[in-house]
C-alpha cells in the first residue's frame, strides 16, 4: 500500500549551495552585511505596521492585502538572502541583492503562495496561543549568537542566545576554513532548521490557516 506524500506547505525555501565555498570569507561576512543589516532593521518596522493592518483585514474581511502581503514576503525573502549569505547558512559568497523582489540567478529564494481566503476568528490566536509550541522549538534552534533572525514575527535582526543553528553553522566554517569543503550532512540539517523557522515565521505572520509542520524536511 503506498503512503499519500506530505501535503506541500504554502512557504517554500530555497537554498544552493556554492561550490567552492571561500575558506574565511565567512570570518568578515558580517561586517560586509552591515549595509543589509540596516536597512532591514527599517525594512522590519514597516513589517510591523503592515502586519497590525493586515490582522484587522483577515479580522473583518476574511482577506490578506495584496499589496502588504507582498510587501511581507519581500521582506522575509530580504532577510533569508542575507541569512543564507551569512550567519543562518553561510551557502553561497555571491553578495545578496539589495531588493524585495524575486532573483532568479541567486541561489537562496523565498516564496509564499498568496492565500484567497483566511479564518476570521483563526486570526485572534493562531499568532501566539496556537503557534506557543513551535515557539518553544524556535527558540531553541535558532537562539541567534552571531546568527540574526527575523522572527516573532518581525522583531527585526538581532543578536540573541546561541542556538543549536548557530553552533552548527559555526561547525561548518570552522570545517570549511581547514578543508575548504563544506560539510553535506550539516548543510542538510542547516537547511532543514532554517526552513522549519521560515514556516513558524509565515504562520506567525498570518499568511496561511496551514498549521506548520513538525519536521525539518520537504
Not at 550567519?87 to 516564496?111: C, H, I, N, R, W
Request: glycine share 8%; aromatic share 18%.
Amino acid at each position: 500500500m503506498t503512503m499519500p506524500a506530505p501535503e506541500t506547505y504554502p512557504l517554500t525555501l530555497k537554498g544552493e549551495l556554492t561550490l567552492p565555498p571561500g575558506r574565511a570569507l565567512w570570518l568578515i561576512k558580517w561586517l560586509l552585511a552591515i549595509p543589509h543589516f540596516i536597512i532591514i532593521a527599517f525594512l522590519a518596522i514597516a513589517a510591523v505596521v503592515a502586519w497590525v493592518i493586515s490582522l484587522f483585514a483577515i479580522l473583518f474581511t476574511g482577506k490578506y492585502p495584496r499589496s502588504l502581503f507582498d510587501f511581507i514576503v519581500g521582506v522575509m525573502r530580504w532577510c533569508w538572502r542575507v541569512g543564507f549569505y551569512s550567519y543562518e547558512a553561510l551557502g553561497t559568497d555571491k553578495y545578496p541583492p539589495f531588493t524585495l523582489q524575486s532573483v532568479p540567478d541567486y541561489p537562496a529564494d523565498l516564496d509564499v503562495a498568496y492565500p484567497e481566503k483566511l479564518s476570521q476568528w483563526l486570526v485572534l490566536v493562531k499568532w501566539w496561543l496556537l503557534a506557543f509550541p513551535h515557539l518553544i522549538i524556535v527558540g531553541i534552534l535558532q537562539g541567534g549568537g552571531i546568527a540574526w533572525r527575523f522572527n516573532k514575527p518581525f522583531e527585526g535582526w538581532q543578536a540573541q542566545d546561541t542556538g543549536l543553528l548557530a553552533v552548527l553553522v559555526i561547525i561548518a566554517g570552522i570545517i570549511l576554513l581547514f578543508t575548504g569543503k563544506y560539510h553535506e550532512g550539516f548543510f542538510k540539517l542547516i537547511m532543514g532548521i532554517n526552513r522549519y523557522v521560515y514556516r513558524v515565521g509565515a504562520y506567525l505572520a498570518l499568511m496561511t490557516d496551514k498549521y506548520p509542520p513538525f519536521r525539518f524536511w520537504d
